[in-house]
Nanobody, 119 residues
């Protein structure tokens, strides 16, 4: 099992920045990809970004490309999402996730952290 705990959410004005962090514990050796997802009120959870164990392969949703940056520190078992130029539509609960394989569904999820962007 892997436990994931997110932090860094909050209230920010449009155009501002936030930095989300996620710390993993447990069987962290089983973590291959780490990712961020989000769920806005009344909407389904959607992919934001993910990163491979090596950090070489990084994927972003089109809606956040050029504004968000994902990174990871394997020594500290953390994954970070730097969010710049935030928009009202970025408002959501953001979830950290981990998966053991390079493809497929994510196996482990955090509880989420709220990000609210005021217009």
């Amino acid at each position: 099992q892997v436990q994931l705990v997110e932090s860094g959410g909050g209230l920010v004005q449009a155009g501002g920045s936030l930095r989300l962090s996620c710390v993993a514990s447990g069987r962290t050796s089983s973590m291959n990809y780490l990712g961020w997802f989000r769920q806005a009120p009344g909407k389904e959870r959607e992919f934001v970004a993910d990163i491979s164990r090596s950090g070489i392969i990084i994927n972003y949703a089109d809606s956040v490309k050029g504004r968000f940056t994902i990174s990871r520190d394997n020594g500290k078992n953390t994954v970070t999402l730097q969010m710049n130029s935030l928009k009202f539509e970025d408002t959501a609960v953001y979830f950290c996730a981990a998966r053991a394989l390079s493809v497929g569904n994510y196996d482990f999820w955090g509880q989420g952290t709220q990000v609210t962007v005021s217009s």
